[in-house]
């Protein structure tokens, strides 16, 4: 099964053993509580995360108005920053969760930008949705494609010692990082980067129309519940044999900006949701979405 082929472990790789199912099911060793919580946590963020595009989902059938109500700004620095997540996840040897988590992230991105621009075409035909739907649909192989070609990379060797994560370590006697890791650190930079600048078009979409009427608020509370849910998870873990708590975290540093620290400019946008709450726009028939 997928999910067993991107652990390329077997289970002496743990070396005080592990929870039966959780290496089973995510080839990830669980060796105590901590470890048991943190799984535990990750699967409760993906449901998190699976649910809150429905709502907008809903919304959007009820008023056919995403088009104007969601910035496409927005739209686009989410999918780049968990496209981002994703690349960086497989190259960085994250946690499985994270990376089950981040294709998850995607698809649903693909399935919100293209409602997108059937609202926005349904209105205003136009020449540029025949390469846009081109370019969704290869976003959509590239996703699918990404964790079988992993598969069949240089990761899929099978190893013999525990591999720790000591990406950027400055412990002494740690295992140096790898050029693939590397590029992985800086994708995920690149990442949580543009997690944080998708949320201020969708901020100054919400301030220009005084409203946020067409916006689903259970989109940004369950992301906002998902993302602290897996940050938690990420912090809960204990580190690998050998392998300091620093290091740990240093390793893991892009994904848990990424995800923590959004919640900052999520609650902005919940803010507006308050205010806003009994406002109407003018006129949702002007363009809303100005260039930057």
């Not at 992230?105 to 035909?125: G, H």
């Not at 690998?240 to 620093?246: F, L, P, R």
């Not at 803010?271 to 002007?286: D, G, H, K, N």
Request: proline share 5%; aromatic share 12%; glycine share 8%.
């Amino acid at each position: 099964m997928l999910w067993k082929k991107l652990g390329f472990r077997n289970f002496s790789s743990c070396p005080n053993g592990s929870i039966q199912w959780i290496w089973d099911v995510f080839g990830e060793c669980a060796q105590d509580g901590w470890d048991e919580a943190s799984v535990g946590l990750g699967l409760i963020s993906i449901l998190c995360f699976a649910a809150s595009t429905f709502p907008q989902f809903i919304k959007a059938y009820k008023t056919g108005n995403m088009d104007q109500a969601l910035s496409l700004w927005f739209l686009l620095g989410w999918i780049g920053g968990d496209s981002c997540n994703l690349i960086g996840s497989f190259l960085a040897d994250q946690l499985p969760l994270q990376t089950y988590t981040a294709v998850y992230y995607v698809l649903a991105d693909l399935v919100m930008l293209t409602l997108y621009f059937y609202y926005k075409f349904r209105k205003r035909p136009s020449l540029l949705s025949a390469p846009i739907n081109s370019v969704l649909l290869f976003l959509t192989g590239t996703v699918c494609a990404t964790p079988l070609l992993s598969a069949t990379g240089p990761m899929a060797a099978p190893r013999e010692t525990f591999r720790g994560r000591v990406l950027l370590s400055l412990e002494p006697g740690s295992k140096p990082f790898t050029r693939q890791e590397i590029i992985g650190f800086v994708i995920g930079s690149v990442s949580s980067v543009l997690y944080l600048l998708s949320r201020l078009p969708q901020i100054r979409t919400n301030f220009l129309r005084k409203s946020t009427q067409g916006i689903s608020y259970s989109l940004f509370a369950l992301v906002m519940l998902g993302n602290t849910l897996y940050g938690l998870s990420v912090l809960l873990k204990n580190p690998e044999e050998g392998q300091s708590k620093g290091s740990y975290l240093l390793h893991h540093l892009p994904w848990l900006v990424g995800s923590l620290g959004v919640l900052l400019l999520d609650t902005i946008i919940s803010i507006q949701f308050l205010v806003y709450r009994r406002s109407t726009p003018a006129s949702e028939l002007e363009p809303l979405l100005l260039p930057s």
